[in-house]
């Protein structure tokens, strides 16, 4: 059990149970309280510090905005600019057509005169299809479709001799016009002087391009006149012209005779010698160039005399 309080507690005790009970009894009554009764009630009550006045109210921060898709972003982009890229094989280029190897600067490979494909087991020189020149280019001069030579190279070389000697001699001089030469088929630079599409002559030629011939509008056919009619013979042009075919009888005869040229009258028969420096045949009827008369095929030789 607790020990009794002390004697000296009961007097404080009392005094403030009468004391609460005078209060109490006042209020009921509905009598104010005295001023003695309240100022002891205040003392047996603990003071209580004052409460502080409340500090004025800052103005209220504007609530943060809410998170917004943009840092998931950022962290997503941070993430991946964080991960190792995976590697990435680079894409294979397309395999390059012979020519393009070849002609690296020529813009001009691809047009349908030049050669597309190089026979490696020919000779590389350059040759031009000089019985077909291009459309178009027979005004500003000829320029013909591109091919390769049809001899098989020398051993060790890519040229056969006739070309490797034409070769030479532009590397030795390059101003030496050979108009037989048009270079080599595989060397990156044209020839300036070849005679194709996209060479240095071409580009000064045609720096246009090749012209096309204009479109020629169908000839329209004119009507045709009606077909005349020959107009009718005359009389005349009826007449049938008579031609004189009667063979024409010769008056002398040449022949050899006993070794010497003789000349026969054929309307008497006389035979003279024949004097081949006389003007007519007529000059040699003279009596000194009698000779006979022509009697059974031969020369009768009378010893009459050309008197009749």
């Not at 020519?99 to 691809?110: I, N």
């Not at 020149?133 to 001069?141: H, I, K």
């Not at 990156?188 to 090749?210: D, H, M, Q």
Request: glycine share 4%; hydrophobic share 35%; proline share 12%.
């Amino acid at each position: 059990m607790p020990p009794p309080p002390s004697s000296s507690l009961f007097p404080a005790m009392s005094s403030s149970i009468s004391l609460l009970a005078n209060a109490i009894l006042s209020l009921n009554e509905g009598k104010p309280l005295p001023s003695s009764i309240t100022d002891a009630l205040r003392e047996l009550c603990p003071v209580e510090p004052a409460p502080a006045e409340p500090a004025a109210a800052e103005p209220a921060a504007a609530p943060e905005p809410a998170p917004v898709k943009e840092k998931k972003v950022r962290k997503i982009s941070k993430a991946v600019a964080a991960a190792p890229e995976p590697a990435t094989e680079p894409a294979a280029e397309p395999a390059a057509e012979p020519v393009a190897q070849v002609a690296k600067t020529d813009d001009w490979r691809k047009h349908p005169s030049r050669l597309q494909t190089i026979d490696s087991t020919r000779c590389t020189g350059r040759k031009i299809d000089a019985d077909n020149p291009l459309e178009g280019t027979r005004v500003n001069g000829m320029i013909f479709p591109e091919k390769q030579c049809t001899k098989k190279p020398s051993p060790g070389s890519k040229l056969c001799t006739s070309c490797a000697t034409k070769d030479a001699e532009y590397k030795s001089n390059p101003n030496k016009n050979n108009a037989q030469w048009h270079g080599r088929l595989d060397e990156e630079t044209l020839y300036p002087r070849a005679k194709i599409v996209g060479s240095e002559l071409f580009l000064k030629r045609y720096p246009n391009g090749i012209p096309t011939a204009p479109v020629a509008a169908p000839a329209v056919a004119a009507p045709a006149e009606p077909k005349k009619r020959a107009p009718k013979k005359t009389e005349m042009a009826k007449t049938t012209v008579a031609v004189d075919v009667a063979p024409v009888v010769a008056k002398w005869r040449s022949f050899q005779y006993d070794g010497r040229t003789h000349i026969r009258n054929l309307e008497t028969n006389k035979v003279y010698y024949a004097d081949m420096t006389k003007d007519s045949p007529e000059a040699n009827a003279v009596k000194e160039q009698y000779v006979g008369r022509w009697v059974d095929d031969r020369v009768d030789l009378h010893d009459d005399s050309d008197e009749e």
